[in-house]
């Protein structure tokens, strides 16, 4: 098990391509972090081990260390990088994750996703859904379509580390007060959201650093925060809702706060 990770190092993915969309559900909706279900959604379900789902051109060589694929209706994928574009065949890339992973339900939120080490300097990304692949997932009314929600590609994977976590799902209701003194709820969705509670506990004034960069992390923009125990799919996009703050209880000895993030839906 490792330190979390919680970044918002993210990298723009310039000019995205994808083999096949289906109108209004874009290719560059998967860049749209406050939306997920604008999503991208293809015209059927393509498995390839050379050609690509979707192509990121960066604009230029960029440092990426780590990417999710987040909300997506397929059982495995696998990344693949290159100076310049392969086109269709992308066989021969510098970069190649190495294997076909396999994404796993997170069944917290009922949402497939994941987190994969990527390490490169390269211009070109794409993201394929390998012959291994099964058929689509998630029953409903897309089962021959390929989805994703978002994809995040980061520059950098900070971690913090010795603090406790407190995971909770939610579905979005309001109440409504009734005569004479009674209420009613309406369900405002039926998609479940993960609410993280990051508590920094007594440590030492020593390891208050990583904690400190936490503000500097813009509360107006999503970040990534990765569970990193060894389950791929323990990945959210979230939003920030409080600041780190710590209190000096004596010399090299510090206690923080809890650091409560929302899941972006």
Same mark, same amino acid.
């Given at each position: ?8 190092? !993210?990298? @723009? ?13 874009? #290719? ?13 959604? *293809? ?13 990121? @051109?960066?604009?230029? *060589? ?32 510098? !970069? ?19 987190? =994969?080490?990527?390490? !490169? ?17 998630? @029953? ?23 603090? *406790? ?7 979005? !209701? ?43 992390? #813009?509360?107006?923009?999503?970040? =990534? ?41």
């Amino acid at each position: 098990m490792g330190d979390s990770i919680i970044t918002a190092s !993210f990298v @723009d993915l310039g000019t995205i391509t994808s083999i096949t969309e289906t109108a209004p559900y874009v #290719d560059d909706n998967v860049e749209e972090y406050w939306h997920l279900k604008r999503r991208y959604r *293809a015209t059927g379900i393509p498995k390839d081990d050379a050609s690509f789902l979707l192509r990121f @051109d960066f604009g230029a *060589a960029t440092s990426v260390v780590g990417v999710v694929l987040n909300d997506v209706n397929f059982t495995r994928t696998r990344i693949r990088a290159h100076a310049g574009d392969l086109n269709i065949n992308w066989v021969g890339s510098t !970069f190649d994750s190495g294997e076909d992973h396999i994404i796993s339900i997170d069944e917290r939120v009922n949402r497939y996703k994941i987190f =994969i080490p990527a390490v !490169f300097n390269l211009q070109w990304m794409v993201i394929q859904v390998p012959a291994s692949a099964g058929a689509s997932i998630i @029953d409903g009314d897309y089962v021959a379509k390929w989805e994703v929600g978002s994809v995040v590609v980061l520059s950098a994977v900070p971690t913090i580390s010795k603090n *406790a976590v407190a995971r909770t799902s939610v579905k979005e !209701f309001e109440e409504l007060p009734l005569p004479p003194g009674g209420f009613e709820r309406v369900s405002r969705g039926s998609d479940l959201r993960a609410e993280i509670e990051v508590s920094i506990d007594q440590r030492a004034e020593d390891d208050e650093a990583q904690y400190w960069n936490i503000n500097k992390l #813009d509360v107006a923009e999503p970040l =990534i925060y990765y569970e990193n125990d060894g389950e791929t799919d323990k990945v959210y996009l979230c939003a920030r809702d409080e600041n780190y703050q710590g209190t000096r209880l004596y010399d090299g000895l510090i206690t923080g706060n809890t650091i409560r993030l929302k899941e972006l839906i």
